[in-house]
């Protein structure tokens, strides 16, 4: 069967309003008469189970982030300015207008010795924290039962280690020097990680839970597969398994050339990997892991700091990107594209495409 394709704001398509990601500004897109909902899709995509279309965060998905460690981040996301802000384990960041994201106030440091975590490391009272008042509002004036709910549970395990002992340097070297006392630490902050997602899931109907623990620079991992596999796997293991056992999906945000991690990230099976194109072969990585893990992707080809392609080239690109990482599902797919005309031939084009890929497929 072949899907419509509508020249923009064609007269009698029913269209839909959405808000760009980027700028937040209202564009028009394309209503589709779609045969099951988008958040059924969305799980279908997720769990590679027969999806209708390849979702887009424009139309299929809604985030919210109502607790502390994202809110100070946003509070500040905006600055024109470099900014200071303290997130909720006490440790300063600033956000620098330049880099486009916060840093760790050089000097910061928290634990300064992680044989002394008991001690210094004072985790957020979660019930001190009104989550039911806060849902209440977010689904009574703002949650859409059309979309899926995605959610964030900010820094995970050697993030949080870093951002306690003030940089890269003092907690690689505690991973090697005192692996003991990093595993005591790790688990702690596991249970506190799945009393903060209990908490999230009674209070909100959530689909996708986004998940952030950078392993590595660009060049490589910053720590060993030993160090991986000893300290670091079980906890996330752990925390991955008790979150799906809630009906949750995972998106795992992971930084950084960690191509070597990649049979860990096999066995840890996160719905969706947000990774960095420009160190990872997508398309290999699909090939070899497809079946274990699928993808939050951008389009294949795109640079997103230089002008909009022609509507053609991107078109192209659009297919290309469902041909490679779409097949059986496992992607969503981001547009960050800037003319909201192409954004509509785009929209038009992955959901048409998509859908006669997936129509084959079944």
């Given at each position: 069967?072949?899907?419509?394709?509508?020249?923009?704001?064609?007269s009698?398509?029913?269209t839909?309003?959405?808000?760009?990601r980027?700028?937040?500004a209202?564009?028009?897109?394309?209503?589709?008469?779609?045969?099951?909902?988008?958040?059924?899709?969305?799980m279908?995509?997720?769990?590679?189970?027969?999806?209708?279309?390849v979702?887009?965060?424009?139309?299929?998905?809604?985030?919210?982030?109502?607790?502390?460690?994202i809110?100070?981040?946003?509070s500040?996301?905006g600055a024109?300015?470099?900014t200071?802000?303290?997130?909720w384990?006490?440790?300063?960041w600033?956000?620098?207008?330049?880099?486009g994201?916060?840093?760790?106030?050089?000097?910061t440091?928290?634990m300064?010795?992680?044989?002394?975590?008991?001690?210094?490391v004072?985790?957020?009272?979660l019930?001190?924290?009104?989550?039911?008042?806060a849902?209440?509002?977010?689904?009574?004036?703002?949650y859409?039962p059309?979309?899926?709910?995605?959610?964030?549970?900010?820094?995970?395990?050697?993030?949080?280690?870093?951002?306690?002992?003030?940089?890269?340097?003092?907690?690689?070297?505690?991973?090697?020097?005192?692996?003991?006392?990093?595993?005591?630490?790790?688990?702690?902050?596991?249970?506190?990680?799945?009393?903060?997602f209990d908490?999230?899931?009674?209070?909100?109907p959530?689909?996708?839970?986004?998940?952030?623990?950078?392993?590595?620079?660009?060049?490589d991992t910053f720590?060993?597969?030993?160090?991986?596999?000893?300290?670091i796997?079980?906890?996330t293991?752990?925390?991955?398994?008790?979150?799906?056992?809630?009906?949750?999906?995972?998106?795992?945000?992971?930084?950084?050339?960690?191509?070597?991690?990649m049979?860990?990230?096999?066995e840890?099976?996160?719905e969706?990997m947000?990774?960095?194109?420009?160190?990872?072969?997508?398309p290999?990585i699909?090939?070899?892991y497809?079946?274990?893990?699928?993808?939050c992707?951008?389009?294949?080809?795109?640079d997103?700091?230089a002008?909009?392609p022609?509507?053609?080239?991107?078109?192209?690109m659009i297919?290309?990107?469902?041909?490679?990482?779409?097949s059986?599902?496992?992607?969503?797919?981001?547009?960050?594209?800037?003319?909201?005309?192409?954004?509509?031939?785009a929209?038009?084009e992955?959901?048409?495409?998509?859908?006669?890929?997936?129509?084959?497929?079944?």
């Amino acid at each position: 069967m072949s899907f419509p394709r509508y020249e923009y704001l064609q007269s009698g398509v029913p269209t839909v309003t959405e808000k760009m990601r980027a700028t937040g500004a209202e564009i028009s897109l394309p209503k589709f008469d779609r045969p099951i909902s988008a958040v059924e899709n969305f799980m279908r995509a997720a769990q590679r189970n027969k999806p209708y279309w390849v979702p887009s965060p424009l139309t299929d998905m809604q985030s919210h982030h109502p607790t502390d460690h994202i809110s100070h981040f946003l509070s500040v996301a905006g600055a024109k300015e470099d900014t200071p802000f303290r997130d909720w384990f006490g440790c300063d960041w600033t956000m620098i207008v330049s880099a486009g994201g916060p840093m760790l106030t050089p000097g910061t440091q928290v634990m300064g010795d992680v044989t002394e975590w008991e001690k210094v490391v004072k985790f957020p009272d979660l019930d001190k924290w009104d989550f039911k008042s806060a849902a209440d509002d977010y689904l009574k004036n703002t949650y859409n039962p059309e979309k899926a709910l995605g959610m964030d549970i900010g820094l995970g395990f050697t993030e949080r280690l870093v951002s306690l002992m003030g940089g890269y340097t003092d907690s690689m070297y505690a991973l090697a020097a005192e692996p003991e006392a990093c595993i005591d630490f790790f688990e702690a902050f596991l249970e506190w990680e799945l009393r903060h997602f209990d908490k999230l899931i009674e209070h909100y109907p959530v689909n996708m839970i986004t998940y952030h623990d950078d392993w590595g620079s660009e060049k490589d991992t910053f720590f060993s597969p030993a160090m991986m596999e000893s300290m670091i796997f079980p906890v996330t293991k752990k925390l991955f398994d008790y979150i799906k056992s809630k009906g949750a999906v995972i998106e795992f945000h992971n930084c950084g050339n960690i191509n070597r991690f990649m049979p860990y990230l096999a066995e840890l099976q996160p719905e969706f990997m947000q990774i960095q194109r420009r160190v990872i072969d997508f398309p290999a990585i699909k090939k070899q892991y497809g079946d274990k893990f699928g993808f939050c992707g951008a389009i294949e080809g795109l640079d997103m700091m230089a002008p909009d392609p022609s509507k053609d080239e991107l078109l192209e690109m659009i297919r290309h990107t469902v041909d490679v990482l779409g097949s059986g599902g496992g992607l969503y797919l981001n547009m960050w594209i800037k003319d909201p005309e192409l954004i509509w031939y785009a929209y038009n084009e992955l959901y048409a495409y998509s859908s006669e890929m997936y129509e084959r497929e079944r």
